[in-house]
């Protein structure tokens, strides 16, 4: 009986750790809290490991974060990495909660949550060539600002992708008050895009703004996005980068916070060539950044009265700080912006 009572404690833990994997979709430390192969990740005692990972399993008041929340991958050469992807739950519930994204808005524009809003796409959109009924493929589509502008300027078919469920409940909402011809060009959907699957050679333009960050394995990705293009395809991406120095603590802890994965814009560049596109440019845009966002700053300030009534004065707080950091971080080399161009 004494012997039972002993293994009690060792058969609930493992019961909790196996609950965990099928929730978290990760392998965790065996219950004894012995690390198998590698490092762990997790204090050896088994109830601290479990508040580390999930603090809703000691205390009922705390959320259950995704635990890929503490994942560490591995850091290539030209890449800056602190986490596993970013999980929808993690999203939804922080970056991109509703109130975020409605926040963002107000700075960049209705249905853009993506630098320079409408401005800065009209003129990058010049470049794809686009061409009525082509279609377009845009990861990342946030709130379909995009997708609203390709339809009805270019003519083109846009069918938009993104993590976040409270992105695309968002951009069908406003998809459903449009016109019928153009909710028949456009389709919203919820999906990982390292995880969905489309057919080969299905579509003419592969578009995103600022998304893949949240991707650390942007090797394999690139590699499906090359065979989803039909051949003489085009890719059109802008991601956020690092720059080429030594990076200041605030710019690793912005990193790390966010769960980024950033490259050079030159290492972004040698991904798509390896992932098999070809006449890659990888062109640094870092000055167009500073200057987008110098100007967001100049028409969001006078607003603030009325964004306050909207929101609060910590909102307007928190956007205007963030703005002027990233300001900082892009004038003292750690934050670049990359605009990239390529042909299947």
Not at 284 to 292: E, N
């Amino acid at each position: 009986m004494a012997a039972h009572r002993r293994q009690v404690p060792e058969v609930r833990r493992g019961r909790i750790v196996m609950g965990l994997r099928r929730r978290c979709g990760r392998t965790l430390p065996p219950p004894s809290g012995r690390p198998g192969r590698g490092r762990s990740l997790a204090p050896k005692h088994p109830p601290r490991y479990l508040h580390f990972c999930c603090p809703s399993l000691t205390c009922p008041s705390f959320p259950c974060l995704p635990c890929n929340k503490h994942v560490k991958v591995k850091r290539d050469r030209g890449s800056m990495s602190n986490k596993a992807p970013a999980s929808q739950e993690f999203l939804d519930t922080n970056q991109y909660s509703r109130k975020s994204i409605l926040r963002y808005e107000r700075i960049f524009g209705h249905t853009w949550v993506s630098t320079g809003g409408e401005a800065t796409s009209k003129d990058l959109l010049i470049k794809m060539g686009l061409r009525p009924g082509m279609r377009v493929l845009d990861v990342g589509c946030g709130t379909g600002g995009s997708a609203f502008y390709m339809a009805r300027h270019y003519g083109v078919h846009v069918h938009g992708v993104d993590l976040s469920t409270n992105m695309i409940d968002i951009a069908k909402d406003r998809l459903n008050r449009e016109e019928k011809y153009l909710q028949s060009m456009i389709k919203f959907e919820v999906g990982d895009i390292t995880k969905v699957q489309y057919d080969n050679a299905s579509y003419d333009i592969i578009y995103s703004r600022d998304t893949i960050l949240h991707i650390p394995n942007k090797e394999d990705l690139y590699r499906t996005l090359q065979a989803w293009l039909k051949p003489g395809g085009k890719l059109f991406v802008t991601d956020y980068c690092r720059g080429d120095q030594e990076h200041s603590q605030e710019f690793l802890d912005y990193v790390k916070r966010r769960g980024y994965d950033l490259r050079t814009v030159k290492a972004y560049g040698k991904v798509l060539e390896e992932a098999g596109f070809k006449d890659v440019q990888a062109v640094d845009m870092t000055p167009t950044f500073i200057s987008v966002l110098q100007n967001e700053l100049k028409y969001f300030e006078p607003t603030r009265d009325a964004f306050i009534q909207d929101y609060s004065e910590k909102d307007y707080k928190e956007i205007v700080d963030g703005w002027r950091q990233k300001l900082v971080r892009c004038s003292a080399g750690d934050q670049a912006w990359g605009m990239f161009l390529a042909t299947r």
